[in-house]
């Protein structure tokens, strides 16, 4: 059965249309009108194994916000429709990503309940050609949609493109593992008996 969502959300500032296969090759068409987070969810789906296709306008004569965050709220939702009735995934996931002097952490946990964690410190207030306080955003957006528990860090690095790539890739790599179907576990990782 094929692990695959398309979500559209249109609201009086963003209008987004987004595919996700989680079981995918990597392959990806972005186009958000934020080049930087362009890049980055690039990094995302090659990383992760994704394929991913996002179309996306929004008010960026306001700035980034609304779009960024929209965003991640629509990948959340279609990674949560995408993942089904969770059986048989691995549920955690972690990842140490270098990118040359940036060291960044994630772990997770698709548990159904939302918690971010984003520990990261940035030397200039942008990257590219976005507020990095954009990303917190976009993660916390990520989180409270799948329901999934969140720990980011970056655990050092003095270039803000850099530390960022980083966090993209290490989440990319950290759900790739957390979503991959164990055929060892039977029904749901959990005592509860869901998820």
Request: aromatic content about 8%; proline content about 1%; charged content about 25%.
């Amino acid at each position: 059965m094929a692990r695959e969502s398309k979500i559209v959300r249109n609201t009086k500032e963003t209008e987004i249309a987004l595919s996700i296969n989680l079981d995918g090759k990597g392959e990806y068409i972005v186009a958000t009108g934020v080049g930087f987070l362009d890049h980055m969810l690039e990094l995302f789906a090659r990383h992760g194994m994704f394929d991913l296709d996002i179309n996306a306008s929004g008010d960026l004569k306001v700035d980034a916000h609304h779009t960024v965050e929209d965003i991640g709220i629509v990948l959340g939702q279609a990674i949560k429709e995408a993942l089904g009735d969770k059986k048989s995934i691995k549920r955690y996931g972690t990842a140490y990503v270098p990118m040359d002097e940036a060291l960044a952490f994630v772990t997770l946990d698709i548990s159904n309940r939302s918690f971010l964690i984003f520990d990261v410190a940035y030397e200039q207030e942008k990257a590219g050609d976005m507020d990095t306080e954009l990303f917190e955003e976009f993660f916390r957006a990520i989180a409270t949609n799948i329901g999934l528990t969140l720990h980011i860090k970056s655990m050092y690095g003095n270039n803000n493109h850099h530390i960022v790539e980083a966090i993209f890739k290490a989440f990319a790599r950290a759900l790739k593992d957390a979503v991959t179907i164990d055929a060892s576990i039977s029904g749901v990782l959990s005592t509860k008996g869901v998820l």
